[in-house]
């Protein structure tokens, strides 16, 4: 891990790294944000999922809140984590590639995130990432005292970075807070990413016949990603009290085809049906009633508003999203949402989608996406262009017969046309070179060929 970034809270009575003495911060309620890569709901516990493949973390949101249909902005890391923490589109922050090709654009340093508005309120703000998509290369250590990320990612012949190695990794950034200052901690963690762990004794529990092998092995990683979980809470309560009285917060970047059902692909960053789109999202501490459900729609922009919602602070951030914690305080209930809209521009993929209460419409945008292509690429192997139309979610949950709803069809290309508008009046940073580490961590991740 690479530790980036100078920590407020190094020199407490003495000069910090700018040489201005420290503001002394009265403790605020702890915030700890947790971002779970490649987290398909409907296979996991609590949201929808008949296997038991993340016990643990159901009974955790069981004490808090549980989002029942949480829709991504976008179907892979970088721009879905961006919404996350930004409560905006990728389009509106300039993080989407709209050219064929790999999108290499960073975040703006103009754009604001989440822990720069926690920061202004007096928290240290600590980030770690296994993912790469998250490096500072691409500007993700905004707002951070400290900020570790993978270097490499891959160990060992592909182990991955694992919760438990993130979890040991933030404790002496952790312990160098004083007891007195609130904390925010942000962490992705990619357990259930690819390349799967085959072992015989992961895969035992899970073997199902009925099934691809790649959904008994995706079930296994949700179960190595619960029980890591487990230990990374309890191993972070236990140096630092405070956090058990924390707001923790649970969402997933985006979900995994796994070839289930087949047309769904087999991976994810080209489409937007839910297997790739809807990711859980769950919260607890003090102020939430167990057993509270938010039923509805409701989208990954709405994470920081909700978040700062449910803390009363304010800020200074142009978020799109829905402020939820009023809700949540009376008890859930339906979250009120009508749409979620969802995009992608992945290599010379362009594709849209709209949820609504009952129904999903998806459109291509690349007419030479028009022809049929194969992608391979982390364990892909799909022909293209998905269909375009509406389809009734009720009726016709795998999304097998399009639909021809044109009112919604006309809807979901005027918000496309206006990402695209919004996207050219951003401040569009030319493509990053990438350097040699993490260009082989995002191969090793199937993000490039």
Same mark, same amino acid.
């Given at each position: 891990m690479r530790i980036l970034a100078?920590? #407020? !809270? $190094? @020199? /407490?009575a003495a000069l910090g790294c700018t040489g201005q003495k420290p503001l002394e911060v009265p403790h605020k309620q702890d915030v700890v944000l947790l971002i779970l890569c490649t987290a398909r709901a409907d296979q996991m516990s609590g949201w929808g999922s008949d296997v038991d493949t993340t016990p643990y973390l159901a009974s955790k949101v069981a004490q808090g809140v549980r989002f029942e249909r949480t829709i991504s902005q976008a179907p892979w890391t970088r721009p879905a984590?961006?919404?996350i923490i930004t409560g905006r589109n990728p389009a509106q922050i300039g993080l989407i590639e709209p050219l064929d090709g790999r999108n290499e654009r960073p975040l703006h340093p103009d754009v604001v995130t989440l822990a720069e508005t926690m920061k202004t309120h007096g928290y240290a703000t600590l980030g770690i990432t296994a993912n790469p998509n998250l490096n500072s290369h691409f500007g993700f250590d905004q707002g951070f005292d400290a900020y570790l990320e993978t270097s490499p990612l891959m160990r060992d012949g592909g182990v991955k970075h694992l919760s438990p190695r993130v979890a040991l990794d933030l404790i002496p950034e952790l312990n160098r807070v004083p007891g007195t200052q609130g904390v925010f901690i942000q962490a992705m963690l990619v357990d259930a990413h690819r390349p799967f762990i085959r072992k015989a004794q992961y895969l035992e529990p899970f073997k199902d016949e009925t099934v691809p092998k790649d959904v008994v092995a995706y079930r296994a990683a949700l179960r190595r990603l619960d029980n890591g979980l487990e230990g990374l809470i309890q191993r972070w309560v236990s140096e630092r009290p405070s956090l058990a009285n924390a707001l923790w917060v649970v969402v997933g970047d985006h979900g995994e085809g796994l070839g289930y059902p087949r047309h769904h692909g087999s991976s994810h960053g080209t489409s937007l049906y839910p297997s790739a789109t809807h990711v859980p999202w769950g919260m607890w501490g003090p102020g939430i009633a167990s057993n509270t459900v938010m039923s509805g729609l409701s989208a990954q922009i709405d994470v920081v508003p909700t978040i $700062?919602?449910?803390n009363k602070l304010s800020s200074? #951030? *142009? !978020? /799109?999203?829905k402020d939820h914690s009023s809700r949540i305080r009376k008890g859930g209930g339906d979250s009120g949402r009508q749409r979620v809209f969802t995009a992608t521009w992945f290599r010379w993929v362009a594709r849209a989608a709209v949820y609504t209460p009952n129904g999903f419409c998806q459109r291509d945008f690349n007419p030479s996406a028009t022809a049929k292509r194969v992608m391979t690429g982390a364990?892909?192997? /799909?022909?293209?262009?998905?269909?375009d139309g509406c389809f009734d979610l009720e009726k016709d949950p795998e999304l097998r017969s399009p639909l021809l709803d044109s009112a919604m069809d006309e *809807? @979901?290309?005027a918000w496309y046309l206006g990402q695209m508008d919004a996207f050219a009046s951003t401040k569009n940073p030319q493509k990053n070179s990438l350097p040699s580490d993490i260009d082989a961590q995002l191969k090793a991740l199937g993000y490039a060929e």
């Open positions: 100078c920590g #407020m !809270w $190094l @020199l /407490v984590s961006a919404a $700062l919602g449910m200074e #951030m *142009e !978020w /799109v999203g364990g892909s192997s /799909v022909q293209y262009p998905f269909p *809807e @979901l290309k």
